[in-house]
């Protein structure tokens, strides 16, 4: 993979139409970091809730080093996405920062490590780890590149959330429409009983609901299960296919 291709917008859409998940999505990118950058290892750390968890990987060394630092609670990967700023560390041989965690770094024949904060405008933090075996090892490499993939994979997570969200709200609407629709029978259940207004009918059945300390929905499905000896009917407000 070239540095153009991971600059190149139209290459990450394609990713994300062919993606079936984010996490598709972002494996694709570790695997493309790990390609543009030869090192031994890539990670990506989301953090959500206050617990950061390794979500995807690209070669064998990010996953056991991101759980050194997570079981510690420190480290570069965590640095960098609670602060959103990249971490380098050239030689861990010579760090003096994170605890035990560069001598254990060293014991898994890791000696250079570059993290990037990912995600920092969305509601989940995050890091892009690269662990490499020499010295030094990120002064000869792209790190324009690797900064557009970081770049991208906030784009990823700040869309998936969107999509949620939406989809979130439009369930909330759904359901919010649903109710409507059984007190309007309700409604007119009482109305044609007591042959009253709408506004009475409501104030009846509002008084019903907090004397018995019941939510107005569920008071309205009792009512017409009572009435008819089936559960009122909702309309089906999905969307077609």
């Known amino acids: 993979m070239s540095a153009d291709d991971a600059y190149d917008g139209n290459h990450i859409t394609q990713w994300l139409l062919h993606s079936d998940s984010l996490e598709d999505f972002l494996q694709t990118l570790a695997d493309a970091a790990l390609e543009l950058s030869r090192i031994e290892g890539v990670g990506v750390t989301l953090q959500r809730d206050g617990r950061p968890v390794t979500v995807v990987s690209a070669g064998p060394t990010a996953p056991k080093l991101d759980e050194k630092q997570y079981g510690q609670d420190d480290g570069p990967c965590l640095q960098s996405l609670r602060t959103d700023e990249e971490i380098a560390v050239p030689d861990m041989e010579r760090e003096s920062r994170w605890g035990d965690y560069p001598a254990y770094a060293v014991s898994c024949g890791i000696r250079s490590s570059l993290s990037l904060p990912i995600a920092a405008d969305t509601h989940t933090a ?13 002064a000869h490499v792209d790190l324009a590149a690797l900064r557009s993939l970081a ?7 700040a869309l998936a959330q969107r999509i949620t969200d939406a989809q979130e709200f439009a369930d909330q609407v759904r359901a919010a429409m649903q109710s409507r629709s059984v007190i309007d029978q309700a409604l ?3 109305m044609g009983q007591r ?3 709408a506004d009475e009918a409501f104030g009846i059945l509002r008084s019903a609901s907090q004397h018995r300390n019941i ?10 299960t009572n009435l ?10 999905r969307p077609g296919p």
């Open 228 to 237: 008819t000896g089936r559960p009122p009917t909702t309309p089906d407000l």
């Open 195 to 197: 042959r009253c207004t």
């Open 151 to 157: 770049a991208r994979a906030t784009g990823g997570i």
């Open 126 to 138: 995050g890091a892009l780890n690269l662990y490499a075996a020499p010295p030094h090892a990120f």
């Open 188 to 190: 007119g259940v009482i």
């Open 215 to 224: 939510k107005l929905r569920d008071l309205c499905v009792e009512l017409i």
